[in-house]
């Protein structure tokens, strides 16, 4: 490929993965890895995924994930799952252990499966012609006491949305309210 611009298509990501797994030095047939591209995984920026029967491995990238970070800073995320690819291939198994976290060091790539900030919560401006939103992942003072603060970009006031459960508030007895009506985090 000669083009340097970052892929803008699923085929084009999958491509552009595979073309740089193969300038990464770590040991995996790439020749038994297929490249996938999700649009439904909602936190996991990438899963690598090992049939024991054929011994073939599928690395499954997020769209969404992808299209927050870029390409250059998603490139950490296929080093991480190349890494699962060499533990599957190698060992018939992969976790997040002590061996994982030293060829994870040598191709310098992050140790933990990276989780991107689209799932958790959403800051909605409570006008109506304001399309301003940001997103948090944890339970920051914009989340915790947001009645103190104001709209990015109109200075109206606004509302935190749990992703998952829809549940959304606007001060900080809203949000312990919330909190203990969410079950799952
Ligand atoms: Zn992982
Ligand atoms: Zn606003």
């Known amino acids: 490929m000669t083009t340097t611009?970052?892929?803008?298509?699923?085929?084009?990501?999958?491509?552009?993965?595979?073309?740089?797994?193969?300038r990464v030095d770590v040991d995996v047939d790439l020749g038994a890895v297929t490249w996938e591209v999700s649009t439904r995984a909602k936190r996991r920026s990438g899963a690598c995924l090992f049939d024991?029967?054929?011994?073939?491995v599928t690395?499954?990238?997020?769209?969404?994930?992808?299209?927050?970070?870029?390409?250059?800073?998603?490139?950490?995320?296929?080093?991480h799952e190349l890494?699962?690819?060499?533990?599957?291939?190698?060992?018939?198994?992969?976790?997040?252990?002590?061996?994982?976290?030293?060829?994870?060091r040598e191709v310098d790539a992050p140790r933990?499966?990276?989780?991107?900030?689209?799932?958790?919560?959403?800051?909605?401006?409570?006008?109506?012609?304001?399309?301003?939103?940001a997103r948090r992942h944890r339970a920051s003072k914009a989340v915790t006491e947001p009645g103190d603060r104001r709209c990015?970009?109109?200075?109206?006031?606004?509302?935190v949305e749990h992703v998952d459960s829809g549940e959304r508030w606007q001060t900080s007895d809203g949000y312990e309210a919330a909190r203990e009506r969410i079950e799952e985090w």
């Open 112 to 133: 933990h499966c990276r989780t991107f900030t689209d799932a958790r919560l959403r800051l909605v401006c409570t006008n109506g012609d304001c399309e301003w939103t």
């Open 59 to 79: 690395i499954r990238l997020t769209w969404a994930a992808y299209r927050e970070y870029g390409w250059t800073e998603f490139r950490d995320v296929i080093r």
């Open 83 to 104: 890494v699962h690819a060499w533990e599957f291939q190698q060992f018939g198994e992969s976790g997040h252990g002590r061996r994982f976290r030293e060829k994870a």
């Open 52 to 56: 024991r029967k054929t011994e073939s």
């Open 5 to 22: 611009a970052p892929p803008d298509t699923h085929a084009g990501l999958r491509d552009a993965a595979a073309e740089y797994a193969a």
């Open 152 to 159: 990015g970009a109109c200075r109206s006031r606004y509302a």
